[in-house]
């Protein structure tokens, strides 16, 4: 009876300070969704090595373009492979840890599996060129790359998101545009 009469008031207590919390964390899950500066919107996975794009964006001057160059011709933008790596780190940095995979890679052959996140589903139709041609940036849709260390996803590129932008440009939102 002590017991009880002891547990309910701190029960009420409880209470007082889960509303509040829980205020707090919707707040902060709002505010969030409403902000341009998004985190990954979905999760980063990992990878047998790290790809530093910060490095070869930022500090390398590297283009998009040259690692990334079916981006304005086809579907997918491609990853490259080893051995456009190895273009460079036959001679660079060949003493880093860091490149230890890439350099096993190379030796046997085998691709690095680098894991997609950006990826819709088989039944969407998206081509890279027509939105290139169209005068956006990488960073309109993948945010500011050149900055990460490890990208990730940072815009969701559901239906919402892809007819919002059509019909703010006037670009065509018939179903068969992204449906076949
Ligand atoms: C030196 C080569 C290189 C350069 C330059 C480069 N990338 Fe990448 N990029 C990669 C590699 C390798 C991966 C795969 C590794 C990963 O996902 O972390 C990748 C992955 C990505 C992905 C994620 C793909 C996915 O869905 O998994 C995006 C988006 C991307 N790059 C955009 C860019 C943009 C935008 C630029 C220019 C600002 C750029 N990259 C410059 C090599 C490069
Ligand atoms: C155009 C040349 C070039 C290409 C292509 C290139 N890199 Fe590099 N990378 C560099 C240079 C330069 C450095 C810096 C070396 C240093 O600071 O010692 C570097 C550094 C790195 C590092 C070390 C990061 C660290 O902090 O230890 C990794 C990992 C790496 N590159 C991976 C890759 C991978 C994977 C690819 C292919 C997708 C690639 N690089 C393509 C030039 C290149
Ligand atoms: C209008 C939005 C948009 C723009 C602009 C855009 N992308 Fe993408 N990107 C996407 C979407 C959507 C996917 C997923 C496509 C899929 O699954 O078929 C994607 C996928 C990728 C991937 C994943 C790997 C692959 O092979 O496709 C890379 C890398 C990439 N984009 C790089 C770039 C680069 C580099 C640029 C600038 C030259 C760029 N993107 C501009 C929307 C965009
Ligand atoms: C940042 C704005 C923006 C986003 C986000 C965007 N698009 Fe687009 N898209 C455009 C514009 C503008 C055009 C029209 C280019 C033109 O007039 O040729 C276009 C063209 C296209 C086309 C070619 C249409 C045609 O008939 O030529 C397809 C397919 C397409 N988008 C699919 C998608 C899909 C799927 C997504 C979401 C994953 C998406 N887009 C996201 C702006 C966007
Ligand atoms: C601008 C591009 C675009 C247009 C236009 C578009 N869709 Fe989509 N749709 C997508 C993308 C991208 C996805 C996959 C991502 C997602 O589930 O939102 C999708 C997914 C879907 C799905 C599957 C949802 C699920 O849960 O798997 C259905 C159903 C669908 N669309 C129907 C339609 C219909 C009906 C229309 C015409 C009124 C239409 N779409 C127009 C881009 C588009």
Not at 7 to 17: F, H, M, Q, T, Y
Not at 86 to 109: D, I, Q, Y
Not at 121 to 147: K, L, M, N, W, Y
Not at 157 to 180: F, I, Q, R, W
């Amino acid at each position: 009876m002590r017991q009880r009469m002891g547990a309910l008031p701190l029960r009420v207590v409880g209470v007082l300070i889960a509303i509040p919390l829980a205020l707090i964390v919707i707040g902060i899950v709002a505010f969030s969704g409403g902000s341009a500066a998004l985190g990954a919107v979905y999760s980063v996975p990992e990878n047998e090595m790290e790809f530093p794009h910060d490095q070869h964006v930022n500090s390398l001057a590297i283009e998009c373009e040259f690692c990334h160059r079916a981006a304005d011709t086809s579907r997918t933008a491609t990853v490259p492979s080893v051995e456009q790596c190895m273009f460079c780190h036959k001679t660079v940095a060949t003493a880093n840890p860091n490149l230890e995979p890439l350099r096993a890679a190379w030796e046997s052959g085998e691709p690095l599996n680098w894991i997609r996140q950006h990826r819709l589903p088989d039944h969407t139709q998206f081509r890279h060129e027509p939105h290139i041609t169209a005068g956006f940036e990488c960073t309109e849709c993948h945010g500011d790359v050149g900055s990460m260390r490890q990208v990730e996803q940072v815009r969701i590129l559901k239906m919402g998101d892809c007819v919002g932008c059509h019909k703010e440009n006037s670009a065509p939102t018939t179903c068969s545009t992204c449906h076949s």
